[in-house]
């Protein structure tokens, strides 16, 4: 593999690593991968109706939300779904790919006394 093609490959393999932990802190920071829940969502339209239940005579509000938003976490959730993808998923492979560029394909340094010694076996 020649040397330009090498520097590209640990180049974009380090451009997708870099996306994935900047998607990773503008989303939250998060341990797990979420994705907004339609049922989170309808709960959410209909606790209007259901707040009466929890109020309090003080006056104190209702039970806290639960935040139903996109979040890209740093490791998969165990279900193959859509929340597999992950930070680890994400910039584990491309790690791999860069390393692999990197240091595969390298050939072993000759050392000058292997070379002398056919140079004297065939005199």
Do not use: W
Not at 23 to 29: D, E, I, S, V
Not at 78 to 102: C, D, K, N, Q, Y
């Amino acid at each position: 593999m020649g040397r330009l093609i090498r520097i590209v490959i640990v180049l974009c393999c380090t451009a997708v690593i870099a996306q994935a932990f900047i998607l990773y802190a503008a989303t939250g920071r998060r341990a797990f991968t979420r994705y907004p829940s339609p049922e989170l969502a309808k709960m959410h339209e209909e606790q209007g109706s259901l707040t009466s239940l929890f109020d309090s005579p003080s006056g104190s509000e209702g039970p806290p939300l639960i935040a139903n938003d996109f979040t890209f976490g740093l490791l998969p959730s165990p279900a193959l779904s859509p929340e597999a993808l992950s930070v680890t998923t994400i910039a584990g492979p491309a790690l791999l790919a860069a390393l692999l560029a990197m240091f595969a394909g390298r050939r072993p340094a000759r050392s000058n006394a292997n070379c002398s010694t056919a140079k004297e076996t065939g005199s």
